[in-house]
Every structure is written in structure tokens, then in C-alpha cells.
């Protein structure tokens, strides 16, 4: 019984890619040798060791190695039998934030669930949640893709219940974040380029409005615009990131050097240390890393003929990209300030489960990839979308 359990959810490994596998554990690795060196100062006098903020993430990385490995073992046809206890669990996880006694409060914000001496950020599951919804329903609704009341209507309520959840918990820009992503799914997906535009410019203004909502948004938004404006206040970590990562010039400051000025400097602004230490050769070697996750992310993505996994898998790598991108525009003042972390870099134990399973994920998809060309081409009513085909 064991053994045909065994070989029904086991996933051949002949396809696997090797490349992609190698880059994501040299990253996780990268990961943990950064966060030491931008965290020991911190860690030893807030924590009472030089290690603790290591030791903890080094834990949680090993859960998330040993749940990288798992996901890639299992059928991708049991995962996608999942997304909907999924989808309602995660929405369930995000409403027990709110519940006291089980919701923990930081700062005014309600994002996290309290588990035994652990907590947890819910709103990182729905960057594993939605796009597997997104691309169970699009793949399944294919035919009445631009039916607005069957194919457009369903997984847009399903965002914006996570949209509306997260914003809630005080996360404005985790909720944008994971908006503009899904907004991306639709488009690949080849939704009419009406409906994507008019959701587009429905929600950039509703964007604007909601960060009006809130005062330390608009000091945020100030800082941004007029970096002189409060630069011991809300835009002081801005200021000190940037400051870090210039002083890091061509060859780099050095191993331990770059937690000087930016206070907390191993949580989102962790680039910074990095940049500060390695230089502008260090800042070229993390961004030839993480292209060649994206490029070996939608390679295999693409070259998926089936079509949940093809939506699943390009959902997954720009999750990550996009989270990178953002998170480096941030940190070097291209962009307001948000709490977005920077994937398998930064201390936080949530994030890091989060980005290992998408990378298993990603794996997974990697196995059951053709070996020929890759092409491009959204949808139509006519065509198959996202082909897989040279």
C-alpha cells in the first residue's frame, strides 16, 4: 500500500533543472551568510548573543529546505486537488490575526498569529495561495476566459478578499504587492486587454486614495517626493540605506561593514549592508543570481505544455522578481518605503518558508518541462495562450 501511495504522488527526476536548483540553494546560502554579518552587531546587544538572530533563521531555513525538497516530490495534479481547502485556509489564517489572543500587534499593525513561541505572517501564504488559485481557474475556465460574470468575475472576488484582508492588517504594501501581481496572472492568462486596463486604472487611483487613509503612508509618500522632509523621521532609514550602499563603491567596505548606519539593517534593508560590504562587483554578482533564477524560472514555465503549470510557474518567478525588484528600489530610494522583504535574504522566518516553497514549486514544474524552444503569446479566443511550443 506504501509503495503504491509512493508511486503515485513521486514526480519523475529526469527532468529536473539542475541549474535552477543550484542557484536557489546558492541564494538560501548567500541568505544566511549576509544576514550573520548584518545582524551580529544588532544581535548582540538587543539579544544577548551574537547568533540569535542566525540561529533562528538557520532553523526555520532548515524546515524550509526539507519543505523545498517535499514539494518537489509531489504530483502537481494532488497540489492543484488542494487549492481550494487551500485558498479557505489561508483566508481563515489571514481573518485569525484580527481574534485576540491569537492575532499578534506590532506597531499598529495586526499581522501576524502567535504559535506557541513562533509567530507567523499569514499574508506570505497568499503569495503561495492566489497563484495557484489564479492558475487552477484560468486554466479551467479557459474557454470563458473573457465572460466577464464566469471567467473574469471569480478570481477577481478572490483577490480582493485578500486585498481587502491584508489592508486590514495594516500591510497597505503587501496588499498592493500581491494586487499587481495577481493583475499580472490575468494578463498572462489573455484576459481582453479592456478588462486588464480598466482594472489597472481602476486600482491605481483606489491605490492613492488608501494612502491617504493612513499618516505615516503620507509621511512615507513625503519623504519620497522631498527626501529633506523629516530626514530623522520617516524618511531617515531611506536616507541612511542610501548612504550605506554608495559607501560600499567599487570593491566594497568589507565583511561586518555595512550595519553601521542603518538602523535594523537585517530585516527589509538588508541589501544595503549587502551593498556596502561587496561593492558594486558584489551588487553585480546578486543581480547575475537572481537573473539566472528568473531566466531559468520562465524558461522552464514556458516550456510547460501544460497550461496550469505554465500560469503557475510564471505567477511564481515574478512573485519573487517582483518582491526583489521592489524591495532593491526601496532600499536605494527609487521608491516610497514599504515592508516588503527581500526573498531568502532577510531575517524573518514567514518569508523565507514562504519563497523556499515557491522555488520547490518551481522545481516541480521544472520536471515536467519540454526541452524545446520557448515562445510567447498571450491568449485569444481562437489560439492556445502561453504556448509551450517552438
Not at 509512493?6 to 535552477?20: I, M, N
Not at 486554466?139 to 477577481?156: C, M, Q, S, T, V
Not at 519573487?320 to 532577510?346: E, H, W, Y
Request: glycine content about 10%; some cysteine.
Amino acid at each position: 500500500m506504501s509503495i503504491q501511495f509512493d508511486a503515485e504522488l513521486a514526480v519523475p527526476r529526469q527532468g529536473t533543472d539542475h541549474l535552477l536548483v543550484a542557484n536557489i540553494l546558492l541564494l538560501a546560502g548567500l541568505g544566511l551568510v549576509t544576514l550573520y554579518s548584518a545582524s551580529f552587531s544588532f544581535s548582540q546587544r538587543f539579544m544577548g548573543g551574537s547568533l540569535q538572530i542566525l540561529a533562528r533563521q538557520a532553523a526555520v531555513g532548515g524546515i524550509g529546505l526539507f519543505l523545498f525538497f517535499s514539494v518537489t516530490l509531489v504530483k502537481l495534479e494532488l497540489v492543484r486537488k488542494l487549492v481550494k481547502p487551500l485558498v479557505l485556509s489561508v483566508i481563515i489564517l489571514c481573518i485569525l490575526t484580527f481574534i485576540p489572543g491569537i492575532g499578534i500587534i506590532k506597531n499598529g499593525a495586526a499581522r501576524w498569529i502567535g504559535i506557541g513561541g513562533w509567530s507567523y505572517q499569514p499574508s506570505e501564504l497568499v503569495k503561495i495561495a492566489l497563484p495557484l488559485y489564479l492558475a487552477h481557474l484560468f486554466d479551467k475556465k479557459k474557454d470563458n476566459l473573457n465572460d466577464l460574470a464566469r471567467g473574469i468575475i471569480p478570481p477577481a472576488l478572490i483577490t480582493g478578499v485578500f486585498f481587502v484582508l491584508i489592508f486590514l492588517q495594516n500591510n497597505f504594501s503587501t496588499a498592493v504587492f500581491i494586487a499587481f501581481n495577481a493583475l499580472f496572472m490575468f494578463f498572462i492568462a489573455g484576459i481582453r486587454a479592456r478588462y486588464f486596463f480598466s482594472a489597472l486604472f481602476m486600482f491605481l487611483p483606489t491605490a492613492a486614495v488608501l494612502i491617504l487613509q493612513k499618516e505615516h503612508r503620507i509621511r512615507r509618500f513625503l519623504s519620497y517626493i522631498k527626501p529633506e522632509f523629516e530626514p530623522l523621521g520617516a524618511g531617515f532609514q531611506v536616507n541612511a540605506s542610501v548612504l550605506s550602499i554608495s559607501s560600499g563603491g567599487f570593491w566594497g567596505r568589507g565583511i561586518g561593514q555595512g550595519t553601521i548606519s542603518v538602523p535594523e539593517v537585517h530585516s527589509d534593508f538588508i541589501f544595503s549592508s549587502f551593498a556596502a560590504e561587496k561593492g558594486f562587483l558584489g551588487i553585480l554578482m546578486f543581480f547575475f543570481l537572481f537573473g539566472i533564477f528568473a531566466v531559468r524560472g520562465y524558461t522552464v514555465s514556458l516550456r510547460n505544455k501544460n497550461t496550469f503549470n505554465r500560469l503557475l510557474g510564471c505567477g511564481l518567478v515574478t512573485m519573487i522578481t517582483s518582491q526583489v525588484l521592489l524591495n532593491i528600489a526601496v532600499t536605494s530610494g527609487a521608491l516610497p518605503a514599504t515592508g516588503v522583504p527581500l526573498p531568502f535574504f532577510s531575517a524573518g522566518g514567514s518569508s523565507l518558508l514562504t519563497t523556499m516553497v515557491m522555488a520547490g514549486l518551481l522545481v516541480n514544474i521544472s520536471k515536467s518541462s519540454s526541452k524545446d524552444g520557448v515562445s510567447f503569446r498571450r491568449c485569444s479566443r481562437s489560439e492556445n495562450y502561453l504556448s509551450g511550443e517552438a
